[in-house]
């Protein structure tokens, strides 16, 4: 009675096997062949859809404002002064980086004079009334081999941005500029904008370097006010009526603006916050936090800031006193070390130092310093030693500590700065370590005595970059026009300084692309595309530079252009596993031509 239920049995057990192979090659069919589909060569992607509706702008504008309430629309924004169209532009800006140390590309671009600037200033900053009773300024700009742009812009915006009551006159000194022709080009400017009458043009005689050739301007100047710019600078609005009137309330204080920061590739101007002047052993000038309490009320962030020392390319100081205190030291060479003598001088002969929070003045940052000193000689290496000898006592050996090397270096005769010294009667370097900057660290501090001037200074608050909270304004794949393929990481998601490729579009992490308020894209929320390579690649989200910002439209085939490059993303082939690249920004060259998937 038991066998026909188990052949039963049997039989039922049959039929599933043979079910279940059929299912299984079934799926195995169907997988084959969607594998095929969507892996046919680029010649036949010209018919195949994406995976929403048509990728036109209307449905991408649409959806990013249904989803991201904060997006802004770029649709007009490559417009850019630094894209590159043409092999001349890529020469351009390459050549810019390597004799100025900036996008010279750019620079042309903008031209002679930016008609408008951020207010970055506090808004208290402009409800003060200045008393128009205020000395006259000397400005000296000296300059070698600069970037004719960036020069004209320095003085167009000293003249523009300077009550005609105020400026006594511009002195442009000439360090011996090898650069072809450009004596002529900045004095034929100066004729063209009919200048001759404010602005006078000087060349030294041979390559002196910064510091001698300020003294030169200097000495030449007949202002109550001795205003020093570097020469790509561009002022702020009612920059110089604080400079000024600092001065005039105190003849032995000298004035330094808020130095902003106008970017190297892009010329962004930007803010930058309020900080002062500090050093480390290795005599390194340095940004330093403000102590603890300076920033209380609102009406602190418009008081001037008592500073150890100034960055030195840009201040304000009575022209007499800084004749009495001995203007720069005429034994220092070229570049280097002149700001921390000046600092420690000013400080310890009975002067004082501060910063203006409500006068502010852009400055190109530049990549590189572009120039040596002749026989490329470490001036700055000699330079320091002139300084610690004459002001640092005998602190001055926390310097050499760090500089072994130095000890054999000829950094010249110093007996006339020692003389001014004792002339001056100025008070000890350990005097200005407690007085002046007694949150200075030194070698010998023990550990509660470390501790307690570590606590005195505001910390800045850090946030680890992976875990900052971004404003993210789209999510989307990034499609190349007319095939299926999108850009990929090639070792994955999560790993740093992975190049890019292109894979069969699919909705996940590895081509889930975040856009955030400040241009970045940011991969999975996680790492940011980067073209500071050359190629581009994932990395560590800066939050500063514009080698992470990238400007698209929302139409369909935008570029993808990047501001520090100036070239587009691009492929040189249409295939699977082909490298993400940077090209010129061709409109015609469909390899460069993207759309944005909305997922």
């Given at each position: ?5 188990k ?12 079910f ?5 090659s079934?799926t195995?069919?169907?997988?084959l062949?969607m594998?095929?589909k969507?892996n046919?060569r680029?010649?036949?992607y010209s018919?195949?859809?994406?995976f929403?509706k ?6 991408v504008?649409?959806?990013k404002?249904?989803?991201f309430k904060?997006?802004i629309?770029r649709?007009n924004?490559?417009?850019d002064l630094?894209?590159?169209k043409t ?26 004079y930016?008609?408008t ?10 409800t003060?009334?200045?008393d128009?009773?205020?000395p006259?300024a000397?400005i000296?700009?000296?300059?070698y081999?600069e970037h ?19 400026l ?10 090898d650069?072809e022709n450009l ?6 400017y100066i004729h ?15 390559r ?5 050739a300020r ?10 006010v ?6 790509h ?7 110089i009526?604080?400079?000024?009137t ?6 032995t204080q000298?004035i ?7 970017q190297?590739d892009?010329?962004d ?11 480390n052993?290795?005599l390194?000038f ?5 102590p603890?309490?300076t920033?209380?009320t609102?009406?602190d962030?418009?008081?001037?800031i008592k500073?150890?020392t100034i960055?030195?390319g840009?201040?304000a100081?009575?022209?007499e006193?800084f004749n009495?205190?001995?203007?720069y030291d ?5 570049w280097g070390?002149?700001n ?7 400080w ?5 130092l501060?910063i ?6 852009g400055?190109v940052?530049r990549?590189?310093r ?6 490329h000689?470490?001036t700055?290496?000699r330079?320091?030693l ?7 006592d ?8 760090k500089?072994?090397d130095l000890?054999?270096?000829d950094y ?9 010294r004792t002339?001056l009667?100025?008070?000890s ?5 407690e007085?002046v900057?007694p ?5 010998t501090?023990?550990?509660?005595r470390l ?6 200074v ?9 875990k ?5 304004t ?11 393929l999108c850009i990929?990481p ?6 740093k300084?992975s ?11 590895e081509?889930i692309?975040?856009?955030t ?5 940011v991969?999975?929320k996680l790492l940011?595309l980067?073209?500071a390579?050359?190629s ?6 800066s939050?500063?530079?514009?080698s992470?910002?990238?400007?698209h439209t929302?139409?369909k085939?935008?570029?993808?252009y ?6 587009c ?13 940077m090209?010129i ?7 460069n031509?993207w759309?944005?998937?909305?997922v």
């Amino acid at each position: 009675m038991n066998y026909f239920p188990k052949n039963l049995l049997e039989m039922n057990g049959y039929k599933f096997f043979l079910f279940g192979c059929l299912f299984t090659s079934l799926t195995w069919s169907l997988s084959l062949y969607m594998y095929w589909k969507l892996n046919t060569r680029p010649d036949n992607y010209s018919n195949v859809k994406l995976f929403r509706k048509e990728n036109t702008y209307e449905y991408v504008k649409s959806q990013k404002s249904k989803y991201f309430k904060n997006h802004i629309d770029r649709k007009n924004d490559l417009n850019d002064l630094g894209i590159i169209k043409t092999d001349d532009d890529l020469a351009i800006r390459d050549k810019g980086y390597k004799d100025h140390g900036f996008n010279a590309l750019v620079s042309l671009r903008l031209g002679n004079y930016r008609e408008t600037l951020p207010d970055t200033r506090h808004k208290l900053c402009s409800t003060i009334k200045y008393d128009q009773n205020l000395p006259v300024a000397s400005i000296i700009i000296c300059f070698y081999n600069e970037h004719p742009q960036a020069l004209f812009r320095t003085i167009q915006s000293v003249i523009r941005r300077t009550p005609k009551k105020f400026l006594h006159e511009v002195i442009l000194i000439n360090d011996f500029s090898d650069s072809e022709n450009l004596h002529k080009i900045v004095d034929q400017y100066i004729h063209d904008e009919l200048l001759q009458g404010i602005v006078h043009l000087k060349k030294t005689d041979k390559r002196e370097g910064l510091i001698r050739a300020r003294l030169f301007g200097a000495n030449l100047a007949t202002g109550q006010v001795l205003i020093f710019l570097d020469s790509h600078v561009e002022v702020n609005i009612d920059w110089i009526e604080p400079l000024l009137t600092r001065v005039r309330d105190n003849r032995t204080q000298i004035i330094a603006p808020i130095i902003d920061i106008i970017q190297p590739d892009t010329f962004d101007y930007k803010s930058s916050p309020l900080v002062r002047g500090g050093f480390n052993w290795g005599l390194n000038f340095k940004w330093d936090s403000l102590p603890k309490g300076t920033l209380v009320t609102e009406k602190d962030f418009i008081k001037p800031i008592k500073t150890p020392t100034i960055a030195g390319g840009l201040f304000a100081v009575d022209r007499e006193y800084f004749n009495e205190i001995g203007q720069y030291d005429s034994g220092m060479n070229i570049w280097g070390g002149e700001n921390l003598e000046l600092s420690f001088r000013a400080w310890m002969c009975g002067g004082s130092l501060y910063i203006e929070p409500c006068s502010r003045v852009g400055h190109v940052f530049r990549q590189h310093r572009p120039y040596s000193a002749p026989n490329h000689e470490d001036t700055m290496a000699r330079n320091s030693l002139r300084l610690a000898n004459v002001w640092m006592d005998n602190y001055k050996k926390f310097f050499i500590s760090k500089r072994m090397d130095l000890l054999r270096l000829d950094y010249g005769d110093v007996s006339e700065r020692k003389a001014l010294r004792t002339k001056l009667g100025c008070n000890s370097f350990e005097w200005y370590l407690e007085n002046v900057y007694p949150e200075m660290l030194l070698p010998t501090d023990e550990a509660d005595r470390l501790n307690k001037k570590l606590e005195n200074v505001e910390k800045p608050v850090f946030q680890p970059w992976n875990k900052r909270i971004r404003n993210y304004t789209a999510k989307f794949l990034i499609n190349l026009s007319n095939t299926n393929l999108c850009i990929h990481p090639a070792k994955g998601h999560q790993t740093k300084n992975s190049r890019l490729v292109l894979r069969s579009c699919i909705r996940n992490k590895e081509q889930i692309w975040y856009e955030t308020d400040k241009e970045e894209l940011v991969l999975s929320k996680l790492l940011c595309l980067d073209s500071a390579s050359g190629s581009p690649v994932i990395g560590k989200c800066s939050e500063t530079g514009s080698s992470q910002r990238w400007k698209h439209t929302d139409d369909k085939g935008t570029a993808f252009y990047n501001l520090a490059a100036g070239t587009c993303l691009s492929v040189n082939e249409k295939r699977i596993n082909a490298e993400v690249v940077m090209n010129i920004c061709n409109n015609d060259n469909s390899y460069n031509k993207w759309n944005l998937v909305i997922v």
